[in-house]
């Protein structure tokens, strides 16, 4: 099997890892993002991570927190197909000689590249995937008077490919996509490996078991979203915005808009739940990811 093939695998596998285990906080995070302004007097919809979770459970059920899940796990063969082949094959490129190991600069250059190729898959994605997660925050205020929008994933791209646009329209917010994917997958990639060459004490980290590859993967996943975390708010706002009245003319606008009405923190909304996340979600896409990349070499 040729490297790129067992990338793909690898990939794939380490993908469906990350998405099991870190659906239910990406569903909460998206609510908190997308959750209105409230009026002068008013409580916000949900007034943390944990009231969504409840309010969620409590008008949905439990499946309610894999909203929007269809999405990502049709497309994520593809999306970590083209996120580690097209890091593997930047790899071969940055290499002296075969078999040499990267320097964490190199591996900061790699994810870049990988973050660059799999925002035209991420951005249409994380479209049908936000707003099926936002709907019920942007609906009225329990479950009986809940207006569902979308049916699934399918309704979504056809309602967008119909009336915003054709195939323009399952690209909106495709400028923080962008923004979101290149540094943050630096970040991710390049903190993986040096907190593996941190813990293996060297260059050489193909003893490390599976304690430490779990470690490492979890902190890079934290590091990603430290690095992006106000431009996945942008682009969740976009996506989500309606198309014929739109609230925000822009990437630019949204960011100015939301700072000025509800300042710092505004950009920070969800926070905490995409940290939740990253972490087991990353050390699960990680660990996977390498034990079978070894199974395959």
Not at 15 to 23: C, E, F, S, T
Not at 31 to 42: A, D, I, N
Not at 51 to 70: F, S
Not at 176 to 194: H, I
Request: with cysteine.
């Amino acid at each position: 099997m040729g490297d790129v093939a067992k990338d793909l695998t690898a990939g794939t596998i380490g993908g469906v890892a990350q998405l099991i285990v870190g659906h239910p906080f990406d569903t909460i995070k998206v609510k908190l993002q997308s959750q209105p302004t409230p009026l002068p007097g008013q409580l916000p919809r949900y007034s943390g991570a944990i009231d969504a979770v409840k309010q969620t459970v409590a008008a949905e059920g439990p499946r309610g927190l894999y909203k929007g899940m269809g999405a990502p796990l049709a497309t994520v063969a593809a999306f970590n197909a083209v996120l580690f082949s097209v890091r593997g094959q930047m790899e071969t490129l940055l290499r002296s000689h075969p078999g040499a190991t990267l320097t964490v600069n190199q591996q900061i250059v790699c994810g870049a590249g990988a973050g660059i190729a799999v925002s035209f898959l991420a951005c249409p994605t994380e479209l049908i995937k936000c707003r099926l997660q936002a709907q019920s925050a942007l609906a009225g205020t329990g479950a009986a008077t809940m207006a569902v929008k979308y049916g699934g994933p399918v309704d979504v791209a056809r309602q967008v490919l119909r009336s915003e646009g054709g195939i323009r329209g399952l690209f909106k917010g495709m400028v923080p996509t962008m923004a979101r994917e290149v540094p943050g997958n630096a970040a991710l990639f390049g903190v993986y490996e040096a907190l593996k060459q941190l813990l293996a004490g060297g260059t050489d980290t193909s003893g490390l078991d599976r304690g430490s590859l779990l470690l490492a993967g979890g902190l890079a996943g934290g590091a990603y979203w430290l690095a992006v975390y106000p431009t996945d708010v942008i682009k969740s706002v976009i996506q989500i915005d309606d198309y014929k009245n739109p609230k925000f003319s822009g990437s630019i606008d949204a960011f100015r808009r939301i700072s000025a009405t509800e300042g710092f923190k505004g950009l920070y909304k969800g926070f905490g739940p995409a940290m939740a996340r990253s972490v087991p979600a990353n050390a699960a896409c990680f660990l996977a990811y390498e034990m079978t990349r070894s199974a395959l070499a």
